[in-house]
């Protein structure tokens, strides 16, 4: 297409950028796999059988897993997730997608939750969320690799601030579970927005948490308020989408936000605002679809 352009020494120079970029891709993923615990030449993929299934809300579903081989399931960081490969009917084929964590970490077993992505105007629904609700039970098998993820959800050792809508509380829920075990005297808020308290995925878990994290608040908006109360937590309830300016801020607050794209621009923009530093603010997209709600 570059004709003459590409003379010898263009094409050597392309040729030596192309080889140098090659090798670190090369060895940067072999870093990430060392870091996940992948023995060297070993697989990545390993089967695991899924021990439980919990429905959360019309639109979600947990599924609990163990590795089919016996071995413990590896602690992980909270915020990372995990690839989940799915073998689709149909002659749709293999399909690969990331799932974070949500269970706690060292339970011995991994958990995933998992919304189902309805297809909107026309668009056909999700394959692999579709897939994982209508067709994967108990005793069933899943290729999953390590966990992967390089924002940890927990970062740092003073008030953390976990801000999440729809499915993006996966990781916020990792994380309060780790802290119960590890940190249970951190102070932390949780603010999430959701549809309303019936679509409100692993609420449930909530005053288990609040009891073993004295230092937790919890903010939630819902679009809908009406009967939200839940026994046995304490929450500022608020109607409406999330309002920036009245989540808590205490001084060296950390953020972890996850949530749809226009979400989190928006709470960053606002913690920015109210002074929080861009470094102490950590997001995690769930891809460029993710859906609201
Ligand atoms: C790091 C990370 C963590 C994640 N964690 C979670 C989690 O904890 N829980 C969770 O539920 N999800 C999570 N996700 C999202 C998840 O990986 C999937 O993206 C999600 O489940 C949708 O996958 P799917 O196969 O069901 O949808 P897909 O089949 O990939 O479809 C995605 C969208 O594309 C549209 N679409 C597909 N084909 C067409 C077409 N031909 N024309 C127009 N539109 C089309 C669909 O309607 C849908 O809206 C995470 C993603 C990442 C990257």
Redo the contacts with the bound molecule.
Sequence with gaps: MLGDAVTPEVAAAWDEVYWLLACELIAREARLYAGAGVPEGGPVWRDWRVTGRARESADVVSLTLAPADGGAAPGFTPGR?VSVAVDLDGGRGQ?I????L?GRPGAGQWR????R?R??RG????????HLHDRVTVGDTLRLSPAF?EVDATAGDGPLLLVSAG?GL?PAMAALAHLADRDPGRRVTLAHADRDAEAHALRAELPALQQQLPNLAVHLWYLDAAGADLPGLKAEVSPGLIDPDRIPLPAGVAAHLCGPVAFMNLVRAGLLRRGVPAERIAY????P???PG
Excluded: C, H, N
Excluded at 112 to 115: E, L, R
Excluded at 284 to 287: D, L, P, Q, T, Y
């Design positions: 997730y399909q997608r990331q799932y974070s949500s995933i939750t998992v919304k992505v297809g909107e668009a056909p629904d999700g394959m692999v969320s579709g993820g499915i996966t995690e997209v769930f891809g679809g993710m859906l």
